[in-house]
């Protein structure tokens, strides 16, 4: 059975840091490109970063410079460390899991519940 269980969300002042994890079991993490997605409210759900299985990393440019995406094989854990941070931040962060490099969400075969992160002061 595969499962994504995301970590890690909480409220943050604006300018601070959060560090998302995404604990994984039931394919082989290793092969897998795995990305982060976020949706705000009355918003449709958005790419925010990609590792792929290269270790090659992708970020929307919305956060690139304020965010880095990393993983840990050994673990079967991706993490998003989210610095800088912005009330237009403020989303339900999804990760998700996919045999092959892809940034469009429609593409993407296993996802996680959601962690909310809220910016605010």
């Known amino acids: 059975q595969v499962q994504l269980v995301e970590s890690g969300g909480g409220l943050v002042q604006p300018g601070g840091s959060l560090r998302l994890s995404c604990a994984t079991s039931g394919f082989t993490f290793i092969n897998y490109a795995m990305g982060w997605f976020r949706q705000a409210p009355g918003k449709e759900r958005e790419f925010v970063a990609a590792?792929?299985?290269?270790?090659?990393?992708n970020y929307a440019d919305s956060v690139k410079g304020r965010f880095t995406i990393s993983r840990n094989n050994a673990k079967n854990t991706v993490y998003l460390q989210m610095n800088s941070l912005k009330p237009e931040d403020t989303a339900v962060y999804y990760c998700?899991?996919?045999?092959?490099?892809?940034?469009?969400?429609?593409?993407?075969?296993?996802w996680g519940q959601g962690t909310q992160v809220t910016v605010s002061s």
């Open positions: 998700a899991a996919n045999s092959r490099p892809a940034y469009d969400l429609k593409e993407y075969d296993y």
């Open positions: 590792i792929w299985s290269t270790l090659r990393t």
